[in-house]
């Protein structure tokens, strides 16, 4: 099977204590978010003369935002929650800079789209997540689950961190 080359990068001692993967990976899943993202800031920017005043407003605020969590959230790899409160970060200093340019104002709707663009992308991934858990949940109640039976085999290591799941018993599996 064709696999794709990856490129990693060392990450900051201060942002590998935050992160499970101590490294940047840049494969093509990781940066396909990024690449929508930067289309969809490119055609909006193109299509749209965007302002306070355009109908549009507020869905391209949550189509953008959404985009934003989500490409963090691939690319560097880290919790959930740690990418929404960056890209929520984010669209506040975004509102706080325009609030001291000309032609520009600062607006507490364009905050509320940002957060419910973060919000929707929050949701799906944790919707996604909880389905696959209950469908794993629910295949091992009704029979065990047989890996070897499906062509597969079971992970040796914890998803991104490199540790042995048999070395922390206690770890939870929950991200």
């Known amino acids: 099977m064709f696999q794709f080359p990856v490129l990693r990068f060392k990450l900051p001692a201060?942002?590998?204590?935050?992160?499970?993967?101590?490294?940047?990976?840049?494969?093509?899943?990781?940066?396909?978010?990024?690449?929508?993202?930067m289309t969809f800031g490119i055609l909006v920017g193109m299509v749209f003369k965007t302002g306070v005043g355009h109908p549009y407003d507020k869905v391209i605020h949550i189509g953008f935002f959404?985009?934003?969590?989500?490409?963090i959230h691939a690319l560097f790899c880290c919790r959930l929650r740690i990418s929404a409160v960056v890209a929520f970060t984010m669209g506040i200093a975004g509102e706080v800079v325009q609030g001291?340019?000309?032609?520009?104002?600062?607006?507490?709707?364009?905050?509320?789209?940002?957060?419910?663009?973060v919000a929707l992308i929050v949701a799906l991934i944790a919707l996604l997540r909880s389905e696959v858990s209950q469908a794993v949940d629910d295949h091992d109640t009704e029979?065990?689950?047989?890996?070897?039976?499906?062509?597969?085999?079971?992970?040796?290591?914890?998803?991104?961190?490199?540790?042995?799941?048999?070395?922390?018993?206690g770890a939870s599996s929950e991200k």
Request: proline share 7%; net charge negative; hydrophobic share 40%.
């Open 143 to 169: 029979e065990n689950l047989n890996l070897n039976r499906m062509g597969l085999e079971p992970v040796p290591v914890r998803y991104f961190s490199g540790e042995s799941s048999s070395d922390d018993p």
């Open 100 to 117: 001291f340019l000309p032609h520009h104002e600062m607006s507490i709707a364009d905050t509320v789209a940002n957060g419910i663009g």
């Open 66 to 71: 959404a985009l934003l969590t989500l490409s």
């Open 14 to 37: 201060v942002i590998q204590r935050r992160v499970e993967q101590h490294y940047l990976d840049i494969s093509l899943s990781r940066i396909v978010p990024l690449v929508s993202l």
